[in-house]
């Protein structure tokens, strides 16, 4: 009974969360916006991953959890470093 | 006593579901780009640690408890560097500080 409620509560929350970063996604004034709001959007994913474990006592979405959060850096280290000015201006025969 | 270990679970679950809610509205509410990354990674770390604390309280246990730790410790980790290298490339752009909003921006 608690439970359902708790995770009922949770999902709601998270979708929230999600579904207010997703407008920032969205309307983002710049791209650094845009990659911070998919950063948050993906750890609300992660998220929902840990809660599904939570509600069902399945430990493997704990272990999914934290390859999705390894992947997660990743990601968003790859785009940031994409975006920088010394990336963009290609190296060093620049100037 | 299994009942309170239950009820602690399901109080810290939904404790990590309102942070993350709270990073979610420090992302849309706030004024420019710094204060948005402010409200992402704090709010959000804050978020992870409570739902990990609610699944050590839900399945209690060295294997759950170990990789809790692990996920947690490297959550902590990677989440500042991310926020880091985001804000000095994106500063390093000129991307700093033009909010879409006009007015007073101490009124947001």
Redesign the interface.
């Known amino acids: 009974m608690i439970l359902t409620i708790a995770h009922a509560l949770f999902t709601a929350l998270i979708g929230a969360s999600i579904f207010l970063c997703l407008y920032r996604l969205w309307q983002g004034p710049t791209i650094a916006d845009r990659i911070n709001a998919a950063d948050v959007i993906a750890l609300g994913f992660v998220g929902l991953a840990i809660g599904h474990g939570w509600k069902t006592g399945n430990a493997v979405w704990l272990d999914l959890a934290l390859v999705a959060g390894l992947v997660l850096f990743v990601g968003t280290t790859a785009v940031s470093l994409f975006i920088s000015p010394e990336h963009l201006a290609g190296g060093e025969d620049e100037e | 006593m299994n009942f309170l270990l239950?009820?602690f679970?399901?109080?810290f679950?939904?404790a990590?579901?309102?942070f993350?809610?709270i990073?979610?509205?420090g992302?849309?509410r706030f004024r420019d780009?710094a204060t948005?990354?402010h409200a992402?990674t704090k709010a959000?770390g804050a978020?992870?640690a409570l739902?990990?604390i609610?699944?050590v309280l839900?399945?209690p246990g060295w294997?759950?408890g170990i990789?809790?730790v692990?996920?947690l410790g490297?959550?902590f980790l990677?989440?500042p560097?991310?926020?880091h290298?985001?804000?000095?490339?994106?500063i390093?752009?000129g991307?700093r500080n033009?909010?879409?909003e006009e007015g007073d921006p101490d009124d947001r």
Request: neutral net charge; hydrophobic residues 65%.
């Open positions: 239950e009820l679970a399901a109080v679950l939904v990590g579901g309102f993350a809610f990073a979610g509205l992302i849309v780009l948005r990354m992402a959000a978020a992870f739902v990990l609610a699944i839900r399945m294997e759950i990789k809790a692990v996920s490297f959550a990677t989440l560097v991310a926020a290298l985001l804000g000095r490339n994106a390093s752009r991307d033009d909010g879409d």
